[in-house]
């Protein structure tokens, strides 16, 4: 009777062991059809011995209530790596920018097929995630055929600042029943205001008025200058020749005497007033009658009379009285005595 519940016993065990076998290979037939990736023969290998543990396990606890769960293998037993963003490059952006941020989870080829799934987003403080995208590569080196699959995300740039795109998770199912987590690094971002050229233009516009306006100040102050010195050139040219003919009033003929006077005054009529032409022949072409008449020459018809006398009523006139003529003149045309 011993012997039967012994064989009835391991025809159970048995048909339990036919089962999970079964089942195995159920999953393992799932996961090649919806496979992303291709795990190698050693992580396969790994799997299945981690599966046969439970089996064993479940066998010598047949009767009791409790399983020991087996310690999942970690990524690094399995050769899988994961890498995101692009390794030493600093990532920068601008406020508003659209960019490419990918992952990738890599390993070696030499056999049956896994799913990678990804379990978050890269939402994160001052940065949206529109979509992901993924594709699977493959690839030699050193003899040995590596596999890979990208994840492609999409991301926003909305805040400016240093950023942290968040650390990426993802689970790679197991004939055990339980799921494999993958998690990369978080990557820093610095994300600057974008260029406005308006304040750039503006100041520039400001510096080409204001230099123009300076260079303008510059070019008046100038004129001013010259003009001033002109006008000084006269003076002291004026009252040159007034000097002279204050000393000729004793012995100089009255009537020419006179008539000097008047081409004096002529040349200060014109430079005041200006005319048509240059130099001592335009001055004497200045019609002093005409400017009195127009009220230019304020108190100055005194002084015509005297200049008429002498063109028309000649005689003599005493030095003495040319003297007052001469002090009128001076103070008509604002020439003073140094």
Not at 149 to 172: H, S
Not at 223 to 247: H, I, S, Y
Not at 313 to 326: A, I, L, V
Request: one cysteine or more; a neutral charge.
């Amino acid at each position: 009777m011993k012997e039967k519940n012994v064989k009835s016993k391991t025809a159970k065990v048995k048909s339990k062991k036919s089962s999970k076998a079964l089942d195995t290979a159920l999953v393992k037939e799932n996961a090649v059809d919806s496979a992303a990736l291709v795990v190698p023969a050693d992580t396969s290998a790994v799997l299945d011995a981690a599966a046969n543990a439970v089996d064993a396990d479940a066998d010598s606890s047949a009767d009791s209530s409790d399983v020991a769960v087996p310690q999942m293998p970690t990524a690094e037993q399995l050769g899988i790596s994961i890498t995101a963003g692009n390794a030493g490059v600093p990532l920068t952006a601008t406020v508003g920018d659209t960019i490419d941020f990918p992952v990738t989870v890599s390993w070696s080829v030499q056999g049956s097929a896994i799913l990678v799934v990804p379990t978050s987003s890269a939402n994160a403080k001052g940065i949206l995630q529109l979509g992901v995208s993924q594709e699977s590569s493959r690839s030699v080196k050193d003899g040995k055929e590596l596999a890979q699959i990208t994840f492609n995300y999409k991301l926003v740039m909305q805040d400016t600042g240093n950023l942290n795109i968040p650390a990426m998770r993802f689970e790679i199912p197991t004939p055990m029943g339980q799921s494999l987590d993958l998690r990369s690094d978080s990557v820093p971002v610095r994300v600057d205001a974008p260029f406005n050229p308006l304040p750039l233009v503006a100041g520039g516009a400001v510096g080409v008025c204001v230099l123009l306006a300076a260079l303008w100040r510059m070019r008046k102050r100038s004129k001013a200058r010259t003009a001033a010195a002109a006008k000084n050139a006269f003076e002291n040219a004026l009252r040159e020749k007034m000097m002279v003919l204050k000393q000729r009033v004793m012995v100089a003929d009255s009537r020419e005497w006179l008539l000097e006077l008047e081409g004096i005054c002529k040349e200060y009529a014109f430079e005041k007033f200006g005319a048509a032409g240059t130099g001592a022949a335009a001055a004497s072409a200045v019609n002093l009658d005409a400017l009195v008449a127009d009220d230019k020459l304020d108190g100055w018809k005194p002084l015509l009379e005297e200049f008429a006398h002498a063109r028309y009523g000649g005689g003599k006139r005493d030095s003495f009285e040319n003297k007052e003529t001469w002090k009128l003149a001076m103070a008509l045309m604002g020439v003073k005595e140094e």
